[in-house]
């Protein structure tokens, strides 16, 4: 069964340091879809990306990258020089593509506080 | 273009009452979905409807339902409410088949139910 893991529950960073947060996953399927959320205390879950199993290149999108690394199922994302507004919950979810439709696994979430 | 669409945002309801969570999907999506997000459980997965036809289901008891209609909008219903029905409710929708195809999933903001 598909599982994903996010072991940071919290971090707490002051505002322009770097900050990753990792992400690991388990699926028996080749075919696969990695996704980061940002949900801010609104509820909402906000897009931040998607990336496909069968493409391991690594994205830069502003102040925001991702490390996807199949040989250690890992989908690590990391913010540059934070700010006070990329404080929110991020999320690391999983869909399967023997799967029939759309059904993500989310991980427990990572809380992340950025201080002034 | 307008996001995912929930109503009602916030709700209080009765041990044993029933509840109804609407939600009109991005113009042009076929598939939606329901999350359920509570702090004990995190996010789960709840069903997915497409074209009218449930595609796919969580492990959740009969209580839980939900229906398409043929413009896409959905509605989830919950019967007989417990306490620990409390919970924020999200909806998401994509453009046909969600993650399984590689479709972005898109969240709306979620209704927050209250069960006392």
């Known amino acids: 069964a598909q599982k994903v893991t996010q072991a940071q529950t919290e971090i707490s960073v002051v505002e322009k340091e770097d900050v990753t947060l990792d992400c690991v996953y388990e699926t028996r399927d080749t075919t696969y879809y990695l996704f980061w959320y940002k949900q801010p205390p609104s509820g909402e879950l906000v897009f931040l990306i998607r990336?496909?199993?069968?493409?391991?290149q690594n994205e830069i999108s502003g102040r925001y990258s991702w490390n996807f690394q199949k040989s250690t199922s890992s989908f690590n994302f990391t913010i540059t020089a934070s700010q006070v507004v990329d404080s929110a919950v991020y999320f690391c979810a999983l869909s399967e593509a023997r799967q029939s439709g759309s059904r993500l696994t989310f991980g427990e979430g990572t809380q992340l506080t950025v201080n002034p | 273009k307008a996001g995912v669409t929930q109503t009602p945002r916030y709700l209080i309801k009765t041990r044993g009452q029933q509840v109804t969570l609407s939600c009109s999907p991005i113009s042009g999506h076929r598939s939606v979905s329901w999350y359920q997000q509570t702090p004990g459980q995190g996010l789960q997965f709840l069903f997915e409807?497409?074209?009218?036809?449930?595609?796919n289901k969580g492990n959740f008891p009969g209580r839980f339902s939900g229906r398409q209609f043929s413009n896409s909008r959905s509605e989830m219903n919950v019967s007989t409410l417990e306490l620990g029905d409390s919970a924020l409710y999200l909806c998401a929708s994509s453009l046909v088949g969600g993650g399984s195809s590689g479709n972005t999933i898109y969240f709306g903001e979620g209704s927050w139910l209250t069960v006392v």
């Open positions: 409807y497409f074209s009218e036809t449930q595609r």
């Open positions: 990336r496909n199993s069968f493409d391991e």
